[in-house]
């Protein structure tokens, strides 16, 4: 069954510094999604990206965050400067064209700043 | 309570019993989606029941959703200690038309062997 894949797994950068998650969503969804879930915490969403553009975005997703779609399969959350409380696990998710397509997530990038 | 929040929040059952998870919420949506999550590991999607569906059966989950009372209950039928995990209800938002899903808190699963 196809899947998301999330790189890196595990992902450990010292505050201020830039990161790149990546994600290859289902080669057919149309729609792709970041969220994120703070350590015992819910899990929250950041943006929704279709058609090259950003769709829907929460407040959390500021001017430190951006997405984008390099190629043909990928979907990257940059982070800048990035802070302690940025420490989370970030999901990305990708879904079908009809508004009662599931959402599949990958395994998730574990961000740890130090 | 919060946009999609989850009863019980923990929840000890032994093997072979059956399991159930309720979700409340408190905007209108256009589906309510209920996701797996094992410790440290991604989220599973399980089921998505449309807002004009009453109960959805998929193998041992039923799902039922009353519109009426912003609430949906995830039933796991002949549990098994596999089934150990986090449940989460996910609800989109029907008004806006937006996809961004909102999580609940989670219901803790342990399923004694």
Redesign the interface.
């Known amino acids: 069954e196809p899947e998301v894949t999330q790189t890196p797994s595990h992902q450990v950068t010292q505050m201020g510094q830039e990161v790149i998650l990546r994600c290859v969503p289902i080669s057919n969804h149309l729609y792709f999604y970041w969220y994120r879930q703070i350590l015992g915490q819910k899990v929250e969403f950041l943006v929704s990206f279709y058609n090259n553009e950003i769709s829907e975005k929460s407040e959390i997703f500021d001017d430190q965050f951006s997405v984008e779609r390099p190629d043909g399969s990928n979907f990257t959350l940059k982070i800048r400067s990035t802070k302690l409380e940025d420490s989370a696990m970030y999901f990305c998710a990708s879904s079908g064209q009809g508004l009662d397509q599931p959402q599949h997530f990958g395994d998730g990038t574990r961000l740890s700043i130090l | 309570s919060q946009q999609g929040e989850e009863d019980p929040q923990a929840l000890s059952i032994q093997e072979g019993e059956n399991a159930t998870m309720n979700c409340s919420y408190k905007t209108s949506i256009?589906?309510l989606?209920w996701?797996r999550q094992n410790s440290?590991?991604?989220?599973?999607?399980l089921i998505?029941i449309?807002s004009n569906e009453r109960e959805k059966h998929s193998g041992r989950l039923r799902v039922t959703l009353d519109t009426s009372k912003k609430s949906s209950s995830l039933l796991i039928t002949a549990s098994r200690a596999a089934d150990t995990a986090s449940y989460?209800c996910?609800t989109?938002a029907w008004d806006t038309?937006?996809?961004?899903?909102?999580?609940?808190?989670?219901t803790r699963l342990q399923v004694q062997p």
């Open positions: 256009n589906n989606q996701y440290g590991r991604g989220l599973v999607h998505l449309r989460f996910a989109d038309g937006r996809r961004a899903l909102t999580f609940g808190s989670g």
